[in-house]
């Protein structure tokens, strides 16, 4: 029988362990965080469970929406079209619908109409190598006008990806429009439970998922793949490794020099900095809203009980301040404390009558590898799943280009790599797992 460890226990790396047991692979599943899920890991506001870092499905995540039916979770998934819109000139306008593109007024009709016309070419393209040498910014300005991109585009990359706005694909904002959809899903319960029954099913099948326990180092001993964590060394057959590039070369210092010089800094990431805030009252009607004009200490707000109602977290409403940020920026060293002294007050510009006193309970979540900062030349500079050791094998999120992150993705690169280690795998072991 196949031994195989896989480190991680995000979508990815559940989801390969699963694939791999039901193959009649002997798994285990090593996690640094005390629960699984990565970054859906989930807490709690107002008694109902909620996800540290927002999440949603667009209806075009297939492979997640199937999971869900596998996993007996298909009656709690809801869908809806909460609104998204726009923050500009001190208003919040509607951005989510043809019409409302339409009627938005900081652009004249023909600005209007051009960008709603060159979404829907976005919309309507099957794959992104055509976008795959140019910048975001170039093709925006080119093909929608330097008005629009400078009033709707340019506030947003900015506000995501700071330095890197005049840096980014275009076929990472290909993704970013293509996948979308204006109806969106949520499991209601939080994403969370998901994870956990996905952990019970490799579980069943004889794997074993072992949280709370972080890799200090990943190498060969003896020819074999080998993890060492505060419980000792462990060795298998094959090895999945589903974190970050950059922190798998830091834990493998034995890799080949060549192999760490091509891959150490080929993609930079972005981390997530992220507020959940409960509060007593509704603070503004959209949803999503995007942040279009200057002056606050985040991105975006999601007001998630502009889609879930506030009945779900004991009469609450839950916003979410989200940022990604370089990993030296000021706001991760700030104490709780003090990141919501500076990021509650801008809740005031949103509406006037906000108080402090609204605020029931507030969580301050950071992770460090949260965003890929995807530039032209992209799929270029991404590993491929072999690494230079043979039976150990890469996969993380910043692989799943050309589409952008998210939990559907995830799950289908778990998927990849899991088939990739099957077909490697030597013919006795492959017959034993038959037999």
């Not at 200057?294 to 004991?314: C, I, K, M, S």
């Not at 289908?412 to 795998?425: D, I, K, N, Q």
Request: charged residues 20%; proline residues 7%.
């Amino acid at each position: 029988m196949l031994d195989v460890g896989v480190i991680g226990a995000g979508a990815l790396g559940l989801m390969a362990a699963w694939q791999l047991a039901r193959a009649g692979c002997r798994v285990r599943v090593i996690e640094r965080e005390p629960t699984v899920g990565g970054l859906v890991v989930t807490s709690t506001i107002g008694g109902g469970a909620i996800e540290r870092f927002y999440h949603h499905l667009f209806r075009s995540d297939r492979r997640i929406i199937r999971l869900i039916g596998e996993l007996g979770l298909a009656d709690r998934l809801i869908w809806g079209r909460p609104p998204t819109a726009l923050r500009c000139a001190g208003t919040s306008y509607r951005f989510d619908t043809p019409l409302s593109v339409l009627r938005f007024p900081l652009l004249p009709f023909h600005d209007r109409l051009r960008l709603g016309l060159v979404v829907a070419y976005l919309k309507a393209v099957g794959e992104p190598s055509r976008f795959e040498r140019e910048t975001a910014a170039a093709w925006l300005r080119r093909m929608m006008g330097e008005r629009a991109y400078r009033v709707v585009w340019e506030p947003q990359l900015r506000g995501k990806l700071g330095a890197y706005a005049e840096q980014v694909s275009m076929a990472w904002f290909w993704a970013r429009v293509h996948d979308r959809s204006s109806s969106l899903g949520y499991l209601r319960g939080g994403f969370g439970q998901l994870y956990e029954r996905l952990a019970v099913a490799i579980q069943q099948r004889g794997g074993v998922v072992r949280t709370g326990e972080a890799v200090e180092w990943i190498g060969r001993i003896d020819g074999r793949p080998a993890v060492r964590t505060r419980a000792g060394l462990e060795q298998f057959d094959q090895l999945v490794v589903t974190l970050p590039t950059a922190l798998f070369l830091r834990l493998a210092p034995e890799l080949p020099t060549a192999y760490r010089q091509q891959y150490l800094s080929a993609s930079p990431h972005l981390g997530a900095h992220n507020v959940v805030v409960g509060i007593r009252q509704r603070l503004q009607w959209s949803y999503w809203l995007s942040l279009c004009e200057p002056g606050y200490p985040f991105l975006v707000l999601v007001e998630h009980t502009n889609f879930l109602p506030p009945a779900d977290y004991d009469g609450l409403h839950v916003l979410y301040l989200g940022n990604y940020l370089p990993h030296d920026h000021p706001l991760f060293a700030l104490s709780d404390a003090e990141t919501l002294r500076q990021l509650l007050p801008a809740l005031r510009r949103l509406n006037p009558a906000f108080e402090e006193s609204w605020v029931r309970e507030a969580q301050v979540n950071r992770a460090p590898f949260a965003q890929p900062v995807v530039t032209p030349g992209y799929r270029e500079r991404q590993p491929p799943f072999e690494t230079p050791w043979p039976n150990v094998w890469l996969a993380n999120m910043g692989m799943v280009y050309p589409h952008d992150r998210g939990q559907n993705y995830s799950l289908l690169l778990g998927e990849a790599v899991a088939a990739r280690v099957l077909a490697a795998a030597p013919r006795p072991a492959l017959a034993a797992q038959v037999g």
